[in-house]
DNA sequence: TTCTAAAATTGAGTCAATTCCGTTTTTATG
DNA sequence: CATAAAAACGGAATTGACTCAATTTTAGAA
């Protein structure tokens, strides 16, 4: 059962992904019909039903693409952070809110986010929720790290402490990507102050 | 102009909400056809889009009443604090956790969430953008009151407290509503653990 | 009371996502 | 090879939100 079927169902979720993604890209995600995609990746319309259970879980692929290269290049901040609370932690979410509009724009992520809200029990849904935990326990993982470097209080609860920055980062994220006139810097600065409060409780 | 014209305006907007939130408390808001709501309003189906612009905006009415009486209930904790942050806190959160599922089933709830991203120009994304800001608002004023009566240091920067914990409680009701099976009591236990961080570095 | 312009209502029509099922292609088997 | 079962495909049909042009109702002036 791994020939010329699996070939060319690989092949056909390839021309799917990136039919879709030009599309949604340039078009944006609501006025791209499956129709056209359809055309663009040279299958049916039921074809893609049958690789996707709805449009969402389409744009779902590609956010899991892009929210994993933002774990990865996390991880390097994780292994190698800078000497300081402060900054390790800005390095890091400042990672995450650079490189998080590489490939999608601001209306992908508010239809992805709001897909995944709407149907947290579908394969994007559920996709979705697994990933920010990883975004979540990465955070976690800085301060474990940052505790064994001695920057960090002993007596700290790192789950909650992971969750409560993974939080309101993630929220203040939805309301950038809200606001199309929103600027990265200025999140990234809003977020610091936020976050100085916490610096100021953890830091040894 | 505000005669029989005005009074029944009045009770077409009434009878309209009436028969959409029962609706979509008994079937679910995806299963509640805007023709099945139109008939039970008695009123035409383009009438409801002459009131609202779209069915989302129903949702988003009934979910203004119910967020408002929350802020209702909690302008009574803000005027008279419990004598201790930690409690301060988790009675004013509480009484937001609490009173969320009054009106409005999870389903609901996730709905109005996924349309509020989605959709964050229309009438109801901007009225839920508000109540946002006013819950974050009124936990500022809770933190301010603390301060006055000397149970939260002075330096601290409220607007930038406020606005994280209320982000994190939000986030938490989200994942909360998105799981069918989750129980209050343990939503209400897991932000207590996370502002435990957030009260140490506070209080006085 | 009668008439007219403005406001509101109506429901058939449009549009796009999703479903359904008959047809075609691939695989496994003798 | 031939062939039957399984898997995947295609595209017409369905469904439900939303639009719009025609019709009805209301307010208020004459």
């Not at 259970?53 to 290269?69: F, P, R, T, W, Y």
Request: proline share 2%.
């Amino acid at each position: 059962m791994s020939g010329l079927r699996a070939r060319q169902k690989a092949d056909r979720h390839r021309r799917i992904i990136e039919a879709a993604a030009a599309l949604f890209r340039d078009t944006g995600y609501e006025a791209a019909k499956i129709e056209t995609i359809a055309a663009q990746a040279e299958v049916s319309v039921g074809t893609i039903y049958n690789y996707y259970q709805n449009k969402g879980d389409i744009l779902g692929a590609i956010v899991s693409m892009e929210v994993n290269e933002v774990l990865n290049a996390g991880r390097g901040v994780v292994a190698n952070p800078p000497a300081n609370v402060g900054d390790a932690l800005d390095t890091l979410l400042g990672i995450y809110i650079e490189h998080s509009l590489h490939y999608l724009s601001k209306e992908m992520w508010r239809q992805a986010m709001a897909i995944s809200t709407q149907l947290p029990d579908s394969p994007f849904g559920q996709a979705y929720t697994a990933l920010d935990r990883a975004l979540t326990e990465q955070i976690r993982a800085l301060f474990v790290r940052l505790q064994a470097i001695g920057l960090v209080r002993r007596d700290i609860d790192g789950q909650a402490l992971g969750e409560l920055m993974f939080n309101n980062m993630n929220m203040m994220f939805i309301e950038f990507v809200k606001r199309d006139e929103a600027r990265i810097a200025e999140l990234r600065a809003a977020i610091r102050r936020q976050n100085r409060i916490l610096v100021a409780a953890i830091a040894v």
